[in-house]
């Protein structure tokens, strides 16, 4: 395993994801009926934001930190900021930063299914720990690949859901495997929402992705991007990316307005930018 997220935890690609996560959960659970949530890459779900690790990079300063003493107005940054200020029990500063396992635990019901899939012994083991005061029945921890995952999990009996995607990017054919996973969740299950994360850094190396998916049979697939510096920059990572398929009515709305005002946040010297737009599919809300 050479990818550590306790580098990276809390920085601008986390924000991104973490606020996009929260907003489609929260319009799912406007429904009363039970869904199902798959985390396929879960992590460890509980970062100290002040190990060697964490303060090594210091990625967090520029990205939940910038945000967490923000005076936000858009609705779901606000949403955000609230549920990390309560990830700190009380505490005044920020010191700890939750995953996506634990801000999805937080927001689903005791009825809402709930699947975290670890590859890694050891993170497996630490979010196995980071959830041991859940109570719920509904709630599995699983050691396995996460595209096995895609295939033991899918279709669930539940008719509605979300499955986050959030690989670390450690094989060169990531993105070729990316497509093919959605091109293959599709037909397995169709009604799904599925959120997919995937980097922005120079060379082109999503162009691909973006060309296979537009090629292919999948409808309704917006796109999400954030960058703090030029796409072609040679800096390593630019942006964040996220692919949403069967998002819900209104969703690039609530987006677009959150990220309008994240972006000068996060990047104040003016380099960076956002999309929110249809890749396919018609443009709604």
């Known amino acids: 395993m050479n990818y550590r997220h306790q580098f990276h935890a809390g920085n601008f690609a986390d924000v991104h994801k973490h ?3 929260i907003a489609l959960l929260d319009y799912l659970l406007q ?8 985390d ?4 460890r779900g509980d970062y100290d934001l002040h190990t060697s ?5 210091g990625e967090w300063q520029q990205g939940v930190a910038r945000l967490y003493e923000a005076n936000c107005k858009a609705p779901a940054l606000q949403r955000y900021v609230e549920l990390i200020r309560r990830y700190q029990q009380g505490a005044g500063s920020l010191h700890c930063y939750p995953g996506s396992p634990l801000l999805a635990n937080e927001l ?3 009825s809402d299914r709930r699947v975290f899939v670890e590859k890694h012994p050891e993170e497996c083991l630490a979010l196995r720990k980071a959830l041991r005061h859940t109570h719920t029945s509904h709630t599995s921890i699983d050691d396995g690949d996460a595209y096995h995952a895609l295939r033991a999990y899918l279709p669930p009996k539940e008719k509605r859901g979300l ?11 990531e993105f070729q495997r990316l497509a093919a996973a959605l091109i293959f969740v599709a037909e397995r299950w169709p009604t799904g929402v599925y959120c997919v994360w995937y980097p922005l850094k ?6 691909p992705f973006y060309a296979a998916l537009k090629q292919s049979e999948l409808s309704k697939l917006l796109l999400v ?3 703090l510096r030029p796409l072609d920059a040679p800096l390593g990572l630019n942006g964040s990316g996220l692919m949403i398929m069967n998002p819900p009515w209104q969703l690039d709305t609530t987006l677009r307005t959150a990220f309008a005002e994240l972006l000068p946040i996060l990047a104040p010297e003016g380099q960076g930018g956002m999309r929110v737009q249809w890749l396919k599919g018609e443009k709604r809300g």
Do not use: C, Q
């Not at 396929?40 to 992590?43: K, S, V």
């Not at 690790?53 to 990079?57: F, L, S, T, V």
């Open 108 to 110: 689903l019901r005791d």
């Open 40 to 43: 396929t890459h879960a992590g």
């Open 163 to 173: 499955v986050l995607i959030d690989s670390p990017f450690e094989e060169p054919d």
């Open 53 to 57: 690790a964490a303060e090594r990079g």
């Open 19 to 21: 606020v996009t996560l």
């Open 202 to 207: 120079s060379g082109g190396a999503v162009n």
């Open 31 to 38: 429904k009363p009926k039970p869904l199902f949530y798959l």
């Open 225 to 227: 991007e954030l960058w």
